[in-house]
């Protein structure tokens, strides 16, 4: 079984910039970002597959956000930039044990999430 702990979350202002990091305890190979908002469904953020060279954005962060891995580390890490009111909810990392990306929340593993909250 494999843990996933996310930190960097916090509140920011609107135009502002954070970064989420996720340390996973053992081998994964896609790893992925979510979030859910008060009253909404988990929606898909981001992936990157283990070689770090195929990353996937939701439309609505594309431009703004980064996901980036370091395997040696076993570490992913969101970095969100121009981040919106609209960007506030708990972020959650997940990990699958395929190479395959998924945008669904059919993923192997999860975080306990991060808040990230941001003020107009």
């Known amino acids: 079984q494999v843990q996933l702990v996310e930190s960097g979350g916090g509140l920011v202002r609107a135009g502002g910039s954070l970064r989420l990091s996720c340390a996973a305890s053992?081998?994964?190979?896609?790893m992925g970002w979510f979030r859910q908002a008060a009253g909404k469904e988990r929606e898909f953020v981001a992936a990157?597959?283990?070689?770090?060279?195929?990353?996937y954005y939701a439309d609505s962060v594309k431009g703004r956000f980064t996901i980036s891995r370091d395997n040696a580390k076993s570490t992913v890490h969101l970095q969100m930039n121009s981040l919106k009111p609209e960007d506030t909810a708990v972020y959650y990392c997940?990990?699958?044990?395929?190479?395959?990306?998924?945008?669904?929340?059919?993923?192997?593993?999860w975080g306990q999430g991060t808040q990230v909250t941001v003020s107009a």
């Open positions: 053992g081998r994964t190979y896609v």
């Open positions: 997940a990990a699958t044990r395929i190479n395959v990306v998924i945008t669904t929340t059919r993923y192997d593993y």
């Open positions: 990157i597959k283990w070689s770090g060279d195929s990353t």
